[in-house]
């Protein structure tokens, strides 16, 4: 065969084989990854762009008749059935026996675990073929990024008895771990709910099989049940102001502000602690799943090491007092959750080394933005925000700077 003519002639060379393989789920797994191509390279609505190309595909192939033509175009049918066309497939005569059984799959097991502050989930879901000619018993485990809100990676494989025992050992031997049987309702919603960010994204995560095993999840997604008779809350509805002085004043006169001398405070000091404690509502109102009360040592490194820096213009009061308001809210969110003393001890540890870097980057600035920047060196030169006149004629003497810094 010489050289490919269009992307089409590129996936028929790359399945040239496909008709050769032993199973439905190997030629699954065949027309997955060849997919997974596309879906990497798309820039935005990656799963628009698998669908938009295997519509495309199937109409540049409709008159092929080999079996490795006719084969791929089922399987890729099966990856992607809302494609435009996907239901007027129909196996030809040339290809293999198991077509037939392609995505004639039933769900045999659910389960999920994951890191008890919250920052991960992974679900596993076993799956067999209803004739075992369709291939081998399986494994779908999909990786949850809560921090980021995204499906964070994917992987497809078995046999399953085999990682199910060890995702159940390494989450015994785990205190900092959980393992529990799965709804496969939740599973499909959660999951589901992540993908769409994820085939949102820009760029992908960097490691893994997300783009090789995408279309296979998909697949395997819509077989089972949805998620029935549970009301969830909006991911990211916001504590009301009424909720937020509340759950402030239930910290304050919790054990941990004790603990860190917050209880205390006074005078100037005291506007600094109210403006650590919204610094802390409002980073944990920008994630995805919003929940004020989860806080771990990723948490508090997104927050205290890059958030702060970006969107929030402290003094020094407020520099000097936010690592011990966060390691105080940090406890306190701990003990309020139930976590172990070790996950509890694991954040405070983790704060207090992260302390020395994050006063070089509040001295530097290096991490502020343009805004951020801007409202800092106001500030810096004595002008009140509050004063139309003065923060008119500072913005028209820094027009020229303000402009360079913003380009």
């Given at each position: 065969?010489?050289?490919?003519?269009?992307?089409?002639?590129?996936?028929?060379?790359?399945?040239?084989?496909?008709?050769?393989?032993?199973?439905?789920?190997?030629?699954?797994?065949?027309?997955?990854?060849?997919?997974?191509?596309?879906?990497?390279?798309?820039?935005?609505?990656?799963?628009?762009?698998?669908?938009?190309?295997?519509?495309?595909f199937l109409a540049a192939t409709s008159r092929r008749r080999s079996a490795a033509a006719t084969t791929i175009r089922s399987v890729f049918a099966t990856l992607v059935p809302d494609a435009e066309g996907a239901g007027?497939?129909?196996?030809?005569?040339?290809?293999?026996?198991?077509?037939?059984?392609?995505?004639?799959?039933?769900?045999?097991?659910?389960?999920?675990?994951?890191?008890?502050?919250?920052?991960?989930?992974?679900?596993?879901?076993?799956?067999?073929?209803?004739?075992?000619?369709?291939?081998?018993?399986?494994?779908?485990?999909?990786?949850?990024?809560?921090?980021?809100?995204?499906?964070?990676?994917?992987?497809?494989?078995?046999?399953?008895?085999?990682?199910?025992?060890?995702?159940?050992?390494?989450?015994?031997?785990?205190?900092?771990?959980?393992?529990?049987?799965?709804?496969?309702?939740?599973?499909?919603?959660?999951?589901?709910?992540?993908?769409?960010?994820?085939?949102?994204?820009?760029?992908?995560?960097?490691?893994?099989?997300?783009?090789?095993?995408?279309?296979?999840?998909?697949?395997?997604?819509?077989?089972?049940?949805?998620?029935?008779?549970?009301?969830?809350?909006?991911?990211?509805?916001?504590?009301?102001?009424?909720?937020?002085?509340?759950?402030?004043?239930?910290?304050?006169?919790?054990?941990?502000?004790?603990?860190?001398?917050?209880?205390?405070?006074?005078?100037?000091?005291?506007?600094?602690?109210?403006?650590?404690?919204?610094?802390?509502?409002?980073?944990?109102?920008?994630?995805?799943?919003?929940?004020?009360?989860?806080?771990?040592?990723?948490?508090?490194?997104?927050?205290?090491?890059?958030?702060?820096?970006?969107?929030?213009?402290?003094?020094?009061?407020?520099?000097?007092?936010?690592?011990?308001?966060?390691?105080?809210?940090?406890?306190?969110?701990?003990?309020?959750?139930?976590?172990?003393?070790?996950?509890?001890?694991?954040?405070?540890?983790?704060?207090?080394?992260?302390?020395?870097?994050?006063?070089?980057?509040?001295?530097?600035?290096?991490?502020?933005?343009?805004?951020?920047?801007?409202?800092?060196?106001?500030?810096?030169?004595?002008?009140?925000?509050?004063?139309?006149?003065?923060?008119?004629?500072?913005?028209?003497?820094?027009?020229?700077?303000?402009?360079?810094?913003?380009?």
């Amino acid at each position: 065969m010489g050289t490919p003519q269009t992307p089409y002639d590129a996936v028929l060379h790359a399945a040239r084989d496909v008709a050769k393989l032993d199973n439905a789920l190997d030629a699954e797994m065949l027309g997955a990854a060849l997919l997974g191509s596309v879906y990497s390279i798309a820039d935005t609505e990656r799963d628009a762009a698998v669908r938009d190309f295997v519509a495309g595909f199937l109409a540049a192939t409709s008159r092929r008749r080999s079996a490795a033509a006719t084969t791929i175009r089922s399987v890729f049918a099966t990856l992607v059935p809302d494609a435009e066309g996907a239901g007027r497939v129909r196996l030809g005569a040339a290809t293999p026996a198991w077509a037939a059984q392609l995505g004639r799959v039933r769900l045999t097991g659910c389960w999920s675990y994951g890191d008890v502050y919250g920052d991960q989930t992974s679900y596993l879901a076993t799956f067999a073929y209803d004739d075992p000619a369709g291939g081998p018993t399986h494994a779908v485990v999909t990786l949850l990024d809560h921090n980021v809100g995204i499906t964070k990676d994917i992987f497809v494989g078995g046999p399953p008895e085999r990682i199910l025992d060890q995702v159940r050992q390494m989450c015994a031997g785990d205190e900092l771990t959980w393992f529990r049987d799965e709804e496969p309702g939740r599973m499909r919603a959660e999951v589901t709910r992540h993908l769409a960010i994820t085939d949102g994204l820009s760029e992908l995560p960097g490691e893994g099989a997300l783009a090789t095993d995408r279309a296979l999840l998909g697949a395997r997604l819509a077989r089972l049940p949805r998620e029935a008779g549970v009301a969830r809350p909006a991911a990211d509805e916001p504590l009301s102001a009424a909720e937020r002085t509340k759950l402030v004043r239930q910290f304050l006169a919790a054990p941990e502000a004790a603990r860190f001398g917050l209880d205390s405070v006074d005078g100037p000091e005291l506007a600094s602690l109210h403006f650590c404690l919204s610094l802390l509502l409002d980073h944990s109102a920008s994630f995805p799943d919003a929940d004020p009360l989860r806080w771990s040592p990723a948490v508090a490194g997104l927050f205290l090491l890059d958030w702060v820096h970006r969107r929030a213009v402290l003094d020094m009061d407020d520099a000097a007092l936010l690592p011990r308001v966060l390691r105080a809210w940090a406890a306190y969110a701990a003990r309020e959750r139930g976590l172990p003393e070790q996950a509890a001890a694991q954040t405070d540890t983790a704060i207090e080394e992260m302390v020395p870097e994050f006063a070089r980057l509040y001295s530097t600035g290096e991490r502020r933005s343009p805004a951020t920047a801007a409202v800092a060196q106001l500030m810096a030169d004595g002008v009140d925000p509050d004063d139309p006149a003065a923060l008119d004629a500072w913005i028209e003497a820094n027009r020229h700077r303000l402009a360079d810094e913003g380009a």
